[in-house]
């Protein structure tokens, strides 16, 4: 992945040779702080295992109980799920504080509480982002949370669009980065493409909030008066996935794919990018200037133009299915 997204070489590497390149990311400061419910007790060895594997430096990793008692565990869903945010946020920005944050349950007020805790641990360490793999359906009253959850200066959210088309709240947040999800195509080893995921084990949530207004960042390049989702993209396909590892449950290595890639990965390149901006609002908008009159700076995005979701259409510049596109090298982020 750091290859394909061009943040481990030179620029216009294409094809990527993705079966030979064996340089990882370097990059990461700060913390990345990830949100999940319920416990991993392995989150710490997993981990470990992973980065032992791959190359990558030790993490400096911290767990926290958001709600001050330890939660049940959860084997093969949300112990997985953490084990996978800690694991490619570390991929993404190896000398980044990881700190996984786990609520008692996976209700609203739970892991809004929990972001609360993240937010505050990430700030005190520097600046940085809490990322958030998961997704729940819009409600009327979403607008009041976007300032008392996703509003904290130094920190920078972004949150999973989702794996079964539509869109869906935190990922709807002004106040977030909303992470959609690609397919990485490849041929011999070597990267050919990408496109919007959309297969039959799932596809990527894209498309307009029914509560949120368009944010500033976006005017000018999402039609439209409501918030559009994703801002951009990272390979979610499990045809085209990444491999994490899961001890707890008797699981090992595994191959995954969905948004909940695209959110911790995405969070780790802006965080190896190293500008620790004060806001998510700063932080789209050196997003969005990646998009000029429709088209994309290669040199920021690759522009992904092929597939469909929900009833939109990838195309030229920002579009519902991939937002801006998917990585290209570490400016612009």
């Known amino acids: 992945m750091g290859c394909v997204y ?15 390149s064996t340089t990882n990311p370097s990059g990461g400061g700060g913390a990345i702080a990830l949100v999940d419910a319920y416990d991993n007790p392995d989150a710490a060895t997993d981990l470990s295992t992973f980065s032992s594997w791959w190359g990558l430096p030790a993490a ?6 958001a709600q001050g008692k330890k939660p049940s565990n959860n084997p093969g869903g949300w112990s997985l799920e953490e084990a996978l945010d800690i694991e490619w946020s570390h991929a993404m920005a ?10 008692l349950q996976p209700t609203n007020a739970d892991l809004f509480s929990a972001e609360k805790t993240a937010a505050s641990m990430v700030a005190s360490d520097g600046g940085g982002e809490v990322s958030n793999s998961w997704s729940g359906s819009e409600f009327s009253s979403e607008t009041s949370d976007d300032s008392k959850y996703f509003d904290t200066t130094g920190v920078v959210y972004f949150a999973s669009a989702g794996d079964d088309g539509g869109v869906g709240y935190p990922s709807t947040s002004p106040n977030v980065v909303s992470a959609g999800g690609t397919k ?43 918030r559009g989702t994703p801002d951009y993209s990272f390979n979610a396909s ?28 995405l969070a ?3 965080n190896s990018a190293g500008h620790f901006y004060t806001s998510t609002a700063t932080e789209q908008g050196v997003l969005y200037s990646g998009d000029v009159g429709g088209v994309i700076n290669p040199a920021i995005f690759r522009d992904i133009t092929s597939g469909s979701c929900k009833g ?15 990585n290209q090298t570490l400016t612009g982020k």
């Open 6 to 20: 061009a943040i481990t070489g030179p620029t216009g590497i294409n094809p990527c040779p993705i079966s030979t």
């Open 60 to 65: 400096t990793f911290t767990k926290v109980y």
């Open 94 to 103: 190896p000398n980044a504080k990881i700190i996984l944050v786990e609520a």
């Open 184 to 226: 990485v195509d490849r041929t011999s080893g070597n990267f050919t493409s990408e496109v919007v995921w959309n297969d039959s084990s799932g596809e990527t949530g894209g498309g307009p909030s029914k509560y949120e207004a368009l944010p500033s960042y976006q005017s000018g390049i999402v039609s439209g008066t409501k």
């Open 238 to 265: 499990p045809y085209s996935g990444v491999a994490m590892y899961d001890a707890d449950g008797g699981y090992d290595w595994l191959q995954v794919g969905g948004t909940s890639v695209s959110s911790p990965s």
């Open 268 to 270: 780790g390149i802006v």
């Open 312 to 326: 939109y259409s990838a195309g030229p510049g920002w579009d519902f299915c991939s937002g801006l596109g998917s």
